[in-house]
């Protein structure tokens, strides 16, 4: 399974962008609703920390604290992509962010065994 995440960009402090996350190489054994999704962040000179995570239906969600109610993780089963609506962004939310699928509704990095390419979010003050 490979992610492929896109969305990212050039904004202002106060803008919003939303992130998309869509797998490929899935099986029939092997379903997108098969994985619990999340989104990480790297920012420059960081380590990745994790932002949001989101359970195989959709019904539980789980945010890193500093998301203070800016964002919003969801998925669409039926179209096979993952979102992450980000809202009020600040220069600090600055980072590569990473797609990431695994079978654990965690947050901790390893328990995903699948991971995108990441999209470059720039926040200018």
């Known amino acids: 399974v490979q992610l492929q995440a896109s969305g990212g960009g050039l904004v202002q402090a106060g803008a919003s962008l939303r992130l998309s996350c869509v797998p490929s190489?899935?099986?029939?054994?092997?379903?997108?609703?098969?994985?619990?999704m999340g989104w990480f962040r790297r920012a420059p000179g960081k380590e990745r920390e994790f932002v949001a995570m989101?359970?195989?239906?959709?019904?539980?969600?789980y945010y890193a604290n500093f998301v203070s109610g800016r964002f919003t993780i969801s998925r669409d089963n039926a179209e096979n992509t993952a979102y992450l609506q980000m809202n009020s962004l600040i220069p600090e939310d600055t980072a590569v962010y990473y797609c990431a699928a695994g079978p654990v509704f965690a947050t901790t990095a390893l328990t995903y065994d699948y991971w995108g390419q990441g999209t470059q979010v720039t926040v200018s003050s």
């Open positions: 190489g899935l099986t029939s054994g092997l379903t997108f609703s098969s994985y619990v």
């Open positions: 989101i359970s195989r239906t959709g019904d539980r969600t």
